[in-house]
């Protein structure tokens, strides 16, 4: 279940960041990561620490929730 939760997070920050019209290179800069790390995050290869999910999310405009698959 973990594996599967871990997929559908990185497809969901995948999907925000195609759907932002903002490059990695400029989500790298506003979170201090390296666009690299952008794109693992997006691949799923790592995930993100709950701060900088939070900042991404903030950049993106974008809930949380929907990146994290919770439905109320």
Do not use: H, W
């Not at 973990?2 to 497809?11: D, G, P, R, Y």
């Not at 799923?44 to 900042?55: C, V």
């Amino acid at each position: 279940m973990k594996n599967n939760l871990n997929k559908i997070i990185c497809e969901n920050i995948r999907t925000e960041i195609e759907t932002s019209g903002k490059s990695k290179t400029e989500i790298a800069k506003a979170l201090g990561v390296s666009k690299p790390t952008v794109s693992q995050y997006c691949s799923g290869k790592i995930q993100p620490s709950l701060a900088t999910l939070s900042m991404l999310c903030s950049f993106l405009d974008c809930s949380a929730d929907d990146i994290l698959n919770i439905k109320k």
